[in-house]
Every structure is written in structure tokens, then in C-alpha cells.
């Protein structure tokens, strides 16, 4: 098992920064990748970005240029780095675990990213 607990989110104005973090515990010797999705109200839940265990990294079009993913091995953390926040970037943003063989998820509580404009 893998518990992951995020924390960095809140209010910010429109053009303003804001910085993710994301801990993991647990088994994660198996995981092969982490990331963040996020979810609008009346949204589906969408992947935000996500970097894995060679440190290769994938963005949301929506996002690329603004926003970056990186991670503290040693402290078995994941950060995600917001710049240029827009409103659309308002939404509940959780953390997410994988490995593959199996395939297993895991989640974050998540955490709520408003921006105002």
C-alpha cells in the first residue's frame, strides 16, 4: 500500500504562483510514476501532469509552459509548480501513485486550487 498526502493548495490571484506537494509513504519501492490530476466542478477529472520513475514528465496541453512536475527522491516527493495561474486552473487537485504489473493507483486526499480574476 502507498498513502499519499498532499498539501500547498489555496486562493490566489489570477497571474500568481502556487506550489504542490506531494508525500508518499508506504510501499514505494513498487511505483513506477507519480502525478496530479485535477477536477472542475461539473468536469471530468483530467490529468495534470505526471513524472515518472526515469523522471520523464507529461503535461495537459493546457498547461505546458506554466506549470512543472518534479520530484525530491530522497524525501519521496512530489511538487507541482504552478506560475501564471488562470482561473480556468481553479479545481480540486489530488495526487496520484502507479505501478504497473500490476497495475495499481493510489490517491491523495487532494487539495483545492482557486484562483480568482
Known amino acids: 500500500q502507498v498513502q499519499l498526502v498532499e498539501s500547498g493548495g489555496g486562493l490566489v490571484q489570477a497571474g500568481g504562483s502556487l506550489r504542490l506537494s506531494c508525500v508518499a509513504s508506504?510501499?514505494?519501492?513498487?511505483?513506477?510514476?507519480m502525478g496530479w490530476y485535477r477536477q472542475a466542478p461539473g468536469k471530468q477529472r483530467e490529468l495534470v501532469a505526471i513524472i515518472t520513475k526515469g523522471g520523464n514528465t507529461n503535461y495537459a496541453d493546457s498547461v505546458k509552459g506554466r506549470f512543472t512536475i518534479s520530484r525530491d527522491g530522497a524525501a519521496n516527493r512530489v511538487y507541482l509548480q504552478m506560475n501564471s495561474l488562470k482561473s480556468e486552473d481553479t479545481a480540486f487537485y489530488s495526487c496520484?501513485?502507479?505501478?504497473?504489473?500490476?497495475?495499481?493507483?493510489?490517491w491523495g486526499q487532494g487539495t483545492q486550487v482557486t484562483v480568482s480574476s
Open positions: 496520484n501513485a502507479y505501478t504497473f504489473g500490476p497495475l495499481n493507483e493510489y
Open positions: 508506504g510501499s514505494i519501492f513498487r511505483l513506477n510514476g
